[in-house]
Nanobody
Framework: QLHFVESGGGLVQPGGSLRLSCEVS????????MGWYRQAPGKERELVAV???????KYADSVKGRLTISRDNAKNMVFLQMNNLKPEDTAVYYC???????????????WGQGTQVTVSS
């Protein structure tokens, strides 16, 4: 079983910045990809960004150029630097260990509590 502890969310004005952190613990053998998902009220959870163990990244079109994913392999941590935030970025953000399957990233089975990001003036 895996455990995820997300932190760093909060209330920020449009154009502001936040840095999210997530620590992964538990029955870890090898971590390939680490990712961030988000879920806004009334919407399905969506993939925001993924980073592989080799440092390759992929972003949702809506966040390209504003959000940057990074990881610390030694500490089993993943980060999300969020700049120029918009009201539509408001959501609960979750980290996850997705898998590449069938030509797409598929979320892993375990989730943390998430961290709330609210962008509002």
């Amino acid at each position: 079983q895996l455990h995820f502890v997300e932190s760093g969310g909060g209330l920020v004005q449009p154009g502001g910045s936040l840095r999210l952190s997530c620590e992964v613990s538990g029955n870890i053998f090898t971590i390939y990809a680490m990712g961030w998902y988000r879920q806004a009220p009334g919407k399905e959870r969506e993939l925001v960004a993924v980073i592989t163990d080799g440092g390759g990244t992929k972003y949702a079109d809506s966040v390209k150029g504003r959000l940057t994913i990074s990881r610390d392999n030694a500490k089993n941590m993943v980060f999300l630097q969020m700049n120029n935030l918009k009201p539509e970025d408001t959501a609960v953000y979750y980290c996850n260990l997705p898998n590449w399957s069938g030509g797409a990233w598929r979320s892993g089975d375990y989730w943390g509590q998430g961290t709330q990001v609210t962008v509002s003036s």
